[in-house]
């Protein structure tokens, strides 16, 4: 019997400690996975707070600033540029041409001075309101903004001028500037010679019209057979047409006739 009751009690006891150390055990996980909801409802709450603070903060922001901000970020990897007022030496933008103007110009050019010699100089794309003035109550003061001649020869000793001469190009806007040029010289009573805007302008053909056109302005010419002054003709049909003469003004009476522009 006292066998039996020990057996019992022994039995009951360890019953009783299984029990108490299961209670335990679900004690610590309740609280383990309390503790761990507790964390996660706080991360939350962070969470939340933090994109409430940036939300507000951008709203605080100017948006010029936050584009800019976010077009850097998507754009990293712009490199940038030294400042205007950086130290560092540019490379030469410049280089000299080989030669002074176009070689159209530059072939009528020297054939003119040949023709001119060195009593005159020669400008080339004068501006004209650096020789002609105008009345502004007449004519407006942007009449002549933008308008220049081909080139200018003036005397040397005071650098008056002398003529003028214009490069004609092909086209309407050529044809209306030379007809605006044409008045021009016609007011301020100086001769305008014209060449076409090509290559091959002999000196002979500049001296024609160098003769015709401005010699023959300053300077009278006698018939070499009865005496009498002779006046400037043009040749309009024949070998000799466009080519300009020197004719006795008693013709058909007298034929006295000097060619102009003779070049040898």
Same mark, same amino acid.
């Given at each position: 019997?006292?066998?039996?009751?020990?057996?019992? /009690?022994?039995?009951?006891?360890?019953?009783?400690?299984?029990?108490?150390?299961?209670?335990?055990?679900?004690?610590?996980?309740?609280?383990?996975?309390?503790?761990?909801?507790?964390?996660?409802?706080?991360?939350?709450?962070? $969470?939340?707070?933090?994109?409430?603070?940036?939300?507000?903060?951008?709203?605080?922001?100017?948006?010029?600033?936050?584009?800019?901000?976010?077009?850097?970020?998507?754009?990293?990897? +712009?490199?940038?540029?030294?400042?205007?007022?950086? $130290?560092?030496?540019?490379? $030469?933008?410049?280089?000299?041409? #080989?030669?002074?103007?176009?070689?159209?110009?530059?072939?009528? /050019?020297?054939?003119?001075?040949?023709?001119?010699?060195?009593? /005159?100089?020669?400008?080339?794309?004068?501006?004209?309101?650096?020789?002609?003035?105008?009345?502004?109550?007449?004519?407006?003061?942007?009449?002549?903004?933008? #308008?220049?001649? $081909?080139?200018?020869?003036?005397?040397?000793?005071?650098?008056?001028?002398?003529?003028?001469?214009?490069?004609?190009?092909?086209?309407?806007?050529?044809?209306?500037?030379?007809?605006?040029?044409?008045?021009?010289?016609?007011?301020?009573?100086?001769?305008?010679?014209?060449?076409?805007?090509?290559?091959? +302008?002999?000196?002979?053909?500049?001296?024609?019209?160098?003769?015709?056109?401005?010699?023959?302005?300053?300077?009278?010419?006698?018939?070499?057979?009865?005496?009498?002054?002779?006046?400037?003709? #043009?040749?309009?049909?024949?070998?000799?047409?466009?080519?300009?003469?020197?004719?006795?003004?008693?013709?058909?009476?007298?034929?006295?006739?000097?060619?102009?522009?003779?070049?040898?």
């Amino acid at each position: 019997m006292r066998d039996i009751l020990c057996f019992c /009690y022994t039995e009951s006891m360890v019953g009783f400690i299984t029990f108490c150390v299961i209670a335990t055990l679900v004690v610590i996980l309740l609280r383990y996975l309390r503790k761990r909801e507790m964390e996660a409802f706080l991360e939350a709450d962070m $969470s939340a707070l933090e994109a409430f603070k940036t939300v507000n903060k951008e709203k605080a922001l100017d948006p010029i600033e936050v584009k800019a901000k976010n077009f850097v970020t998507a754009n990293s990897n +712009i490199v940038n540029l030294p400042a205007a007022s950086s $130290s560092q030496p540019l490379g $030469s933008v410049y280089e000299l041409k #080989k030669n002074v103007f176009d070689e159209i110009y530059r072939s009528f /050019y020297q054939n003119l001075q040949k023709v001119v010699g060195g009593r /005159y100089v020669i400008f080339v794309k004068v501006p004209v309101n650096e020789f002609v003035r105008i009345e502004r109550e007449k004519t407006g003061e942007k009449v002549l903004r933008g #308008k220049w001649i $081909s080139m200018l020869v003036c005397k040397s000793s005071d650098l008056s001028v002398v003529c003028g001469i214009q490069l004609r190009g092909a086209g309407m806007e050529f044809e209306r500037e030379f007809g605006f040029l044409k008045d021009l010289f016609r007011q301020i009573e100086k001769p305008l010679l014209d060449f076409p805007l090509v290559r091959d +302008i002999s000196r002979a053909e500049i001296l024609e019209q160098w003769q015709t056109l401005v010699l023959a302005s300053n300077q009278a010419r006698n018939c070499p057979k009865c005496g009498n002054q002779m006046t400037m003709r #043009k040749a309009v049909k024949g070998k000799n047409a466009g080519r300009s003469f020197w004719v006795c003004t008693r013709f058909p009476s007298c034929n006295g006739i000097t060619r102009i522009g003779r070049f040898n």
